[in-house]
């Protein structure tokens, strides 16, 4: 069974920092890449960050240097380290992976950045 979950969201102050941790099943974090997308109110999901099996990284200009994609492949874990978060960055955030030829994605999770 394919699963992805993900967990770490909530309400920040800007400036602040929060880790989203995404629980994938062994068989999506062994396919491939895994990678973490956004969607803010009326806007379309947007592209974040992306890791390879082997460690390769690529993020979206509006977070390099303060977002951080990492794999720990024993715990089955996809990280988002964020830092130095802005009101903009308020979005549901959600974790995909691919299996067998299926793009499979989490149920998201909520990061609202607000004073």
């Known amino acids: 069974q394919v699963q992805l979950v993900e967990s770490g969201g909530g309400l920040v102050q800007p400036g602040g920092s929060l880790r989203l941790s995404c629980a994938a099943s062994?068989?999506?974090?062994?396919?491939?890449?895994m990678g973490w997308y956004r969607q803010a109110p009326g806007k379309e999901r947007e592209l974040v960050a992306t890791?390879?099996?082997?460690?390769?990284?690529n993020y979206v200009d509006s977070v390099k240097g303060r977002f951080t994609i990492s794999r720990d492949n024993a715990k089955n874990t996809v990280y988002l380290q964020m830092n130095s978060l802005k009101p903009e960055d308020t979005a549901v955030y959600y974790c995909?992976?691919?299996?067998?030829?299926?793009?499979?994605w989490g149920q998201g999770t909520q990061v609202t950045v607000s004073s």
């Open positions: 890791i390879t099996r082997g460690g390769s990284t």
């Open positions: 062994r068989s999506v974090l062994s396919s491939g890449a």
């Open positions: 995909n992976g691919w299996y067998a030829g299926t793009l499979y």
